[in-house]
């Protein structure tokens, strides 16, 4: 039996996107992307994804409305950011909440920043600066049980991942073609009190059922962006968007710096280009918040967030869900 809101935009007063779900004191809280209306065509760079500020939904619990608790955090308060504030994360620790989020810099490349506030739904405030040695775009944080704190990050093309291949920003870098390993998503651990990465930045690896590194021209399974992880009896569970090929797939491994092995898909494709989620548990149940474009009838970059029930099976394996089947 699906729930009543199940599937179904969760607030449709603005439009959302790339939700990242957290319980925090037992109520839902999800930080996505806010959308702008906009009429430009859309091109690979992302231009036509020109959001400026976040704002944070609540749910008392998964029957319950969802509210939209106004501005949290707008570009114009971030002394380092120029514009395109893209899909966020927050994280719960040392007795504040910290939003971690991308955007451009003043050169307009993508960096992560951070903003904290006492409150789960802002108004956040900004770090003065962009994290230092971070680039890209989609951080993903784990908070693990040993308190260590973890972002995952990184996205093909607009999100200029491939640009940093050589470790210095190179906007004419050769993108991984082919038989070339496939990036993966970027890994580095933050600080206690947020304020900057303790580990070099390193790019993660997926291997294939052969222990093989997945290669670029592998479109169905390798990375492109929207990276999430949870931590599952003992197994970190990487989940990600193919981005082109549009499916939400998983890979499991044994560290939190992987290696991960591919497991299959999580989600088929949603109306829309993009595809990007974050898993839960609620309440001894699994449930993943994703987005599509129904609200708008198919605006790439008008989006609006949804959930919907995830299967997993006692061996761990998670279940395919097909975003429109009726049952
Ligand atoms: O929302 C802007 C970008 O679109 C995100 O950063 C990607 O994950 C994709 O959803």
Same mark, same amino acid.
């Given at each position: ?7 179904? *935009? ?9 939700? =990242?779900?957290?319980? +925090? ?6 930080? *996505? ?6 009429? @430009?065509?859309?091109?690979d ?10 704002? &944070? ?16 955090? !707008? ?5 380092? &950011? ?17 939003? &971690?989020?991308?955007?451009?810099? /003043? ?6 920043? &951070? ?8 108004? +956040? ?8 040695? !971070?680039? =890209? ?11 260590? @704190?973890?972002?995952?990050?990184g996205g093909l093309w607009?999100g200029q991942l491939e640009m940093w291949q050589s470790?210095?920003?190179n *906007?004419d870098e050769k993108r991984p073609s082919g038989d070339d390993k496939a990036l993966g998503p970027?890994?580095?651990? +933050? ?12 790019n993660l690896t997926i291997l294939d059922e052969k222990g093989e590194p997945l290669k670029a021209s592998d479109e169905d399974r390798r990375y492109f962006e ?8 003992? /197994?970190?569970?990487?989940?990600y968007s193919t981005g082109t090929t549009h499916y939400?797939c998983?890979a ?7 290696p991960?092995?591919y ?5 088929? *494709? ?8 974050? %898993?839960?548990? %609620? ?12 609200? !708008? ?23 395919? %869900? +097909? ?5």
């Amino acid at each position: 039996m699906r729930r009543e809101n199940e599937r179904k *935009p969760l607030v449709k007063n603005i439009y959302t996107a790339d939700p =990242s779900a957290h319980v +925090f004191n037992g109520k839902i809280y999800i930080y *996505p992307s806010h959308d702008v209306e906009l009429d @430009i065509p859309d091109d690979d760079d992302g231009e036509q994804y020109k959001m400026e500020d976040y704002h &944070v939904l609540s749910m008392d619990s998964l029957d319950s409305e969802c509210v939209d608790n106004g501005l949290a955090l !707008s570009y114009k308060d971030v002394p380092w &950011v120029s514009r395109q504030m893209w899909a966020p994360d927050a994280i719960y620790v040392n007795g504040k909440y910290y939003l &971690v989020f991308p955007a451009k810099d /003043k050169d307009d490349i993508f960096r992560i920043g &951070v903003a904290e506030s006492d409150s789960p739904t802002g108004p +956040f405030t900004p770090q003065e600066n962009y994290i230092e040695g !971070s680039y =890209s775009i989609d951080p993903a944080v784990l908070l693990d049980d040993d308190g260590r @704190i973890y972002c995952y990050y990184g996205g093909l093309w607009g999100g200029q991942l491939e640009m940093w291949q050589s470790g210095k920003f190179n *906007p004419d870098e050769k993108r991984p073609s082919g038989d070339d390993k496939a990036l993966g998503p970027m890994f580095a651990e +933050f600080s206690g009190d947020m304020t900057h990465f303790i580990t070099t930045p390193k790019n993660l690896t997926i291997l294939d059922e052969k222990g093989e590194p997945l290669k670029a021209s592998d479109e169905d399974r390798r990375y492109f962006e929207g990276p999430w992880m949870n931590k599952f009896n003992g /197994k970190y569970y990487l989940s990600y968007s193919t981005g082109t090929t549009h499916y939400l797939c998983y890979a499991v491994g044994d560290m939190p710096d992987g290696p991960f092995t591919y497991k299959g898909r999580i989600m088929e *494709p949603v109306l829309g280009w993009t595809t990007h989620h974050s %898993i839960l548990q %609620i309440d001894g149940e699994w449930y993943i918040f994703y987005h599509d474009c129904e609200l !708008s009838g198919g605006v790439t970059h008008e989006r609006c967030v949804k959930y919907t029930r995830l299967d997993m099976d006692s061996d761990g394996n998670i279940k395919t %869900i +097909f975003p429109y089947d009726h049952q």
